[in-house]
């Protein structure tokens, strides 16, 4: 497991993670998450959806425009 990348804290990001948990149906599949939140810039986290193992992010990118919060 990668240390997750630094990000602004309090920001939405669109981000591509993968689970690598052997025998997931997801195991080595880009997951897109369509809004991250970072929280505070470093204890963010995405989990798989098929098997709830947290997931490495591979990418992730600030949205431009944030999504605007109720
Ligand atoms: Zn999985």
Redesign the pocket.
């Given at each position: 497991m990668s240390t997750p990348q630094a990000l602004e804290p309090a920001t939405f990001y669109y981000a591509e993670a993968v689970?690598?948990?052997v025998g997931?149906?997801?195991?080595d599949i880009i997951m897109k998450v369509p809004a991250l939140y970072s929280n505070d810039g470093s204890t963010y986290a995405v989990f798989?959806?098929?098997?709830?193992?947290k997931?490495e992010v591979v990418t992730a990118t600030k949205l431009d425009p944030q999504p605007v919060v109720e």
């Open positions: 689970c690598h948990t997931c149906p997801n195991q798989c959806g098929l098997c709830s193992s997931a």
